[in-house]
């Protein structure tokens, strides 16, 4: 389980992005933060990984409270796939994904791409899993569309088998039918490996559709938590202001 305790964030400027959220997220979850542009997603969602620290408050982690002494514990438990994809655009499909295991593996072997035979069919299998056909195996990352590379990210982010995923804005840049479709492939995956997902959006849209549960930040605040189902329909309208339709928040892929 994943447990915010009145975490604050003040940045050095003097904004406070997040505001005394409390929140537990259960094992298994697939939680969707969701909120507009400087609502707090990402700070809240970096606490996480340990790339935020808190200015007051904790997290913590099946029981394990995040410090900077479990700091480098903590990270290996959590992967992260970002809107930016962070790929290795000359490198293949496959050594992409291998890429998740560098820190078991060792950055010198990973450089002469001496990967595990394991670690390859669990590269392949999770590969499949994500939709992506295996003649794409080789092919530079930079040769696939923004779709096939978001799916060559998340099978990156299960390789290692985290508990946690954290996915920040992984459809920003794709088109409606390629959002649903990758942000299932994420779902079910997190389902099969049994990880937790945050995931920050901005639609609400794909949020009452994929999520286990919404939490809806306002500037920096909790401003909803609880099952798409809990919804009522004044704070879907309030929800929907703040977010925005898909179309005008989505750039064709
Ligand atoms: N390193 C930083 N230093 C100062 N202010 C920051 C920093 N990072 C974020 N902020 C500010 O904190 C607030 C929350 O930012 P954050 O990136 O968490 O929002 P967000 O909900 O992820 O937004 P977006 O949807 O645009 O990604 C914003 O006002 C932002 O400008
Ligand atoms: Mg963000």
């Known amino acids: 389980m994943l447990k915010f305790e009145s975490v604050s964030r003040v940045y050095e400027d003097g904004t ?27 700070t809240l969602m970096n606490m996480v990984n340990g790339v935020v620290v808190p200015t007051s408050g904790s997290v913590t982690i099946g029981g394990e409270k995040l410090t900077r002494k479990t700091r480098a514990s903590i990270q290996r438990r959590v992967a992260m796939i970002h809107q930016q994809l962070h790929l290795v655009p000359r490198l293949s499909v496959l050594h992409n994904v291998l890429c998740g295991v560098l820190p078991q593996v060792g950055f010198w072997r990973g450089l002469m791409k001496l990967f595990p035979f394991e670690q390859q069919r669990a590269a392949c299998q999770l590969l499949q899993e994500v939709g992506l056909e295996e003649k794409h195996l080789y092919r530079r990352a930079s040769a696939l569309s923004g779709g096939q ?34 942000l299932n492939s994420l779902k079910q995956a997190a389902k099969h490996h049994g990880a937790t997902v945050v995931c920050t959006l901005h639609q609400l849209e794909y949020a009452l559709e994929f999520a286990d549960r919404i939490v809806a930040l306002r500037k920096g605040e909790v401003f909803f938590d609880g099952t798409p ?24 892929a």
């Open 149 to 182: 590379q978001q799916r060559v990210a998340i099978a990156r982010a299960f390789i290692a088998q985290p508990e946690i995923v954290l996915a920040d804005e992984p459809v920003a840049s794709l088109d409606p039918a390629m959002s649903r479709s990758v």
């Open 16 to 42: 406070r992005a997040v505001d005394d959220v409390s929140l537990r997220v259960d094992k298994g979850e697939f939680c969707i933060l969701l909120g507009p542009s400087g609502a707090g997603k990402s």
């Open 229 to 252: 189902a809990a919804l009522d329909a004044s704070t879907q309208a309030d929800l929907y202001e703040l977010a925005g339709p898909v179309e005008a928040t989505q750039v064709a």
